[in-house]
T-cell receptor, first 114, second 114 residues
């Protein structure tokens, strides 16, 4: 019963370094999302993918890129990390659109950029 | 665009006392409303949702929320809280059509005092 799996759970980067956060879901869901969570700001959508082969920008896409590798996997890449990208990142999936269904979240990836 | 406001960032409550977590939304069209809960060091999980029908919705662990269209509110209540209810609670809103994404509030941290 894995659900949504994110790796790594923790990462420390230096400014300017790059990294990729991996996300996989085993529920055969169509839609996948990347959010960031910051204190006092709730969750903000970075990118989403409504179906395999499509991606769209969310509320805060600058500094990030995504790849929907297949139906199961949706990765988030930071090409040149900045301290402002220090955050907890959550991947989520939903069976169809988010409107009537629910989002299933991973346990999060805590990223610190020095 | 829709928005959601959670005025209380922290709510301390004694064990077995009642609690109300407030959520107000802003939208010019019909909406779907959700409450998500985040237990320490975990991802978010759906607590309850209002899509249509009865304005009072309930969760399996004793929480309930009432959709009030005239006051644009969706407050979360529980008549008697338990230590295990300690968590952060997020209200979320989306339009009830199209492929709109969830907009989350900034969260309310519920602390249960023994």
């Amino acid at each position: 019963n894995a659900g949504v799996t994110q790796t790594p759970k923790f990462q420390v980067l230096k400014t300017g370094q790059s990294m990729t956060l991996q996300c996989a879901q085993d529920m055969n869901h169509n839609s996948m999302y990347w959010y960031r969570q910051d204190p006092g700001m709730g969750l903000r959508l970075i990118y989403y993918s409504a179906s395999e082969g499509t991606t769209d920008k969310g509320e805060v896409p600058n500094g990030y890129n995504v790849s929907r590798l297949n139906k199961r996997e949706f990765s988030l890449r930071l090409e040149s990390a900045a301290p402002s990208q220090t955050s907890v990142y959550f991947c989520a999936s939903s069976p169809g659109t988010v409107n009537t269904g629910e989002l299933f979240f991973g346990e999060g990836s805590r990223l610190t950029v020095l | 665009a829709q928005s959601v406001t959670q005025l209380d960032s922290q709510v301390p409550v004694f064990e077995e006392a009642p609690v109300e977590l407030r959520c107000n939304y802003s939208s010019s069209v019909s909406v779907y409303l959700f409450w998500y809960v985040q237990y320490p060091n975990q991802g978010l999980q759906l607590l309850l949702k209002y899509l249509s029908g009865s304005t009072l919705v309930e969760s399996i662990n004793g929480f309930e929320a009432e959709f009030n269209k005239s006051q644009t509110s969706f407050h979360l209540r529980k008549p008697s809280v338990h230590i295990s209810d300690t968590a952060e609670y997020f209200c979320a809103v989306t339009f009830n059509f199209g492929n709109e994404k969830l907009t989350f509030g900034t969260g309310t941290r519920l602390t249960i005092i023994p």
